[in-house]
């Protein structure tokens, strides 16, 4: 979980980057939305002909209505992995936002790393207590060190 939202905001910063260049050269560019949450879900091979991997489940739908529910450029999480990954990132409450299917959902705007655990305080870096939180944590190095 903390892994894809690191992930999300290096994704973000691309997409922020490159939404300068092509405006600065009056450039059509496209903008992203990024929507998530965890849980379990069920995987596996449709077709009999054509094969395809696919996944389902309420997760997937969760997932799919934070996508949907978000706002283009801005990571969009539910409350239940708000509650997972509070201590690493700052977040903006959104409120309990109206999810097709779903209802009413907590939802979070991910507006980076706390600046006390943030390399550089650039907020989408870790830094060495980042690392040492998220091995408490999850008793595991960070596949990304």
């Given amino acids: 979980t903390v892994d894809c939202i690191l992930a999300s905001l290096e994704i973000k910063d691309f997409m922020d980057t490159l939404k300068k260049e092509k405006e600065s050269q009056n450039l059509p560019f496209w903008m992203l939305r990024l929507g998530i949450h965890t849980g379990p879900l069920v995987a596996g091979v449709i077709g009999t002909e054509k094969f395809a991997y696919d996944v389902w489940g309420d997760t997937v739908n969760l997932s799919s209505r934070m996508e949907s529910s978000g706002k283009e450029g801005h990571i969009n999480i539910s409350g239940s992995l708000y509650e997972e990954v509070e201590s690493f990132f700052q977040c ?3 409120g309990r936002i109206m999810a097709k299917n779903k209802g009413e959902v907590d939802m979070y705007f991910v507006t980076g790393i706390k ?7 650039d907020l989408r870096t870790p830094n060495s207590q980042f690392k040492e939180i998220y091995f408490k944590k999850f008793n595991k190095k960070p596949e990304w060190l």
Avoid: V
């Avoid at 600046?115 to 305080?121: I, Q």
């Fill in 92 to 94: 903006e409450y959104r």
């Fill in 115 to 121: 600046p006390e655990l943030s390399a550089n305080h």
